[in-house]
């Protein structure tokens, strides 16, 4: 290790941890990485920050994949630039799989990744493209398959993947892993869309995986552990959001206790993640925005709800912008606290 460090002038300050399983230098050229910290394991250099970036990654549903007055808000008031890889109407496996927290495998028809162009997959099963009702997704989303750069789309029955370049056929005999690439999927005021992210992984986490399929606690719960885990920092930074109830689910409807128990369970696994300030979390500090002068606030509030004046127009579930500003205002605080802004 010391010898590979030794080619590139910017690296030094080696410090070998054999008891951990890691060494760790600097890197005067990585200004994302705090303090310009970096750790590798032994046997293979894969660097990584050691107490992670100087970013914000974005891994969610709608309020945060159709957010930029979020991302926007989060930018002002930390600096840190925010990444945002979400998609609106995702369920919490293809956030997930979008996160490359785990992934599946698949076959090309005809057993071969052509030497040019699209080949569908043999395994009708949208993945990371699958949203609400699965209906078709035209995304383009970056990926890799059996080597080969592309990327995939899914038209309601069927992924197909093209791929970037032409070049050889692959033969591909058995079923391969398909990796999604950290391409930012939605614009913000800091980074444009498309844009590379290999730190994404060690930036901070914001998380807001659930609401999609609120019924379906174990999987969000099978989905976020996959996330957390895949995060590289031995300090890994994230902050997990409560899902919202819209303002038909009132106290004690299927869809509000739904909504409380996955609720329930982020504050369980990740007590010192889950987006609260001394007893009131997110949820809670957005209910109690409302407006005690407009009845129809004043009704939701005490049906245990969200109040109408807090989201868009007609929408029952997705905040305005007054209402995010809300929201970013009290994240923005938790990071605070967190000493991570």
Request: overall charge neutral; glycine content about 8%; some cysteine.
């Amino acid at each position: 290790s010391q010898t590979l460090l030794a080619a590139s002038s910017t690296l030094g300050n080696v410090l070998n941890r054999m008891e951990d399983g890691y060494y760790q230098f600097t890197d005067s050229a990585d200004a994302d990485a705090i303090g310009q910290l970096l750790y590798s394991p032994y046997g293979t250099y894969d660097p990584r920050a050691k107490f992670g970036r100087k970013s914000i990654s974005f891994y969610g549903h709608s309020f945060e994949g159709n957010n930029q007055k979020l991302s926007g808000d989060l930018y002002t008031l930390t600096g840190l630039k925010v990444y945002n890889f979400a998609r609106s109407g995702a369920i919490s496996r293809s956030i997930a799989l979008r996160n490359d927290a785990y992934r599946l495998k698949y076959t090309p028809s005809g057993g071969v990744v052509p030497a040019s162009g699209s080949v569908d997959f043999a395994e009708a099963d949208s993945g990371p493209l699958q949203i609400v009702g699965n209906v078709a997704v035209a995304d383009q989303l970056q990926v890799t398959f059996a080597g080969v750069r592309g990327y995939v789309m899914w038209d309601g029955s069927k992924m197909t993947f093209t791929r970037a370049v032409a070049g050889d056929a692959v033969a591909v005999t058995q079923a391969a892993e398909l990796i999604v690439l950290p391409y930012t999927s939605v614009v913000t005021s800091s980074v444009p869309v498309g844009t590379h992210y290999p730190g994404t992984h060690e930036a901070v986490y914001v998380l807001w995986i659930g609401r999609n399929n609120i019924s379906n606690l174990a999987q969000i719960q099978y989905d976020l552990v996959a996330i957390v885990e895949r995060m590289r920092s031995q300090h890994k930074r994230f902050v997990l959001c409560p899902e919202f109830t819209q303002t038909t689910e009132t106290t004690g409807t299927t869809g509000y206790n739904n909504v409380y128990a996955v609720n329930a369970m982020y504050k369980s696994l990740y007590p010192e993640n889950y987006c609260q300030i001394d007893g009131v979390d997110l949820l809670q500090n957005f209910r109690s925005h409302y407006n005690p002068a407009l009845p129809d606030d004043v009704t939701a509030y005490n049906a245990g709800t969200v109040p109408p004046s807090l989201l868009n127009t007609g929408d029952t579930l997705h905040p305005n912008n007054a209402g995010i500003a809300i929201n970013a205002a009290f994240i923005n605080q938790f990071l605070i606290k967190k000493g991570w802004n």
